[in-house]
């Protein structure tokens, strides 16, 4: 399984940017695949989430209605599309697939069974 996360950079706050996490290998297959972040010194937060086959999405509250995930028709990359951006989302962020976990576990980091490297995003005020 390959993950490969890019697009992140420095923006300030209103900005756009869109991370991309190109899927490979058996994530192909995934029946979710997420985006977390995480900031030094405290744990991973769950961003969003998609379901794999079915498309639907699931938001963190602190990102609905600015963030929007979404996957190509191939199934071969992941996107966060993330508007209106705040200094507070300044993190690394993470894609992770999910090849096993049900709807109720989306949001935890656990249900996920592999990892890109993460994409800095900063913003600034």
């Known amino acids: 399984v390959q993950l490969q996360a890019s697009g992140g950079g420095l923006v300030q706050a209103g900005d756009s940017l869109r991370p991309s996490c190109a899927v490979s290998?058996?994530?192909?297959?995934?029946?979710?695949m997420g985006w977390f972040r995480q900031v030094p010194g405290r744990e991973r937060e769950f961003v969003a989430a998609?379901?794999?086959?079915?498309?639907?999405?699931y938001y963190a509250d602190s990102v609905k209605g600015r963030f929007t995930i979404s996957r190509d028709n191939a199934k071969t990359t992941l996107y966060l599309q993330m508007n209106n951006l705040k200094p507070e989302d300044t993190a690394v962020y993470y894609c992770?697939?999910?090849?096993?976990?049900?709807?109720?576990?989306?949001?935890?980091?656990?249900?996920?069974?592999?990892w890109g490297r993460g994409t800095l995003v900063t913003v600034s005020s």
């Open positions: 992770a697939s999910a090849l096993y976990a049900i709807v109720s576990s989306f949001s935890s980091s656990g249900a996920y069974e592999y």
């Open positions: 290998g058996r994530a192909s297959s995934s029946r979710a």
């Open positions: 998609i379901k794999w086959s079915g498309g639907h999405q």
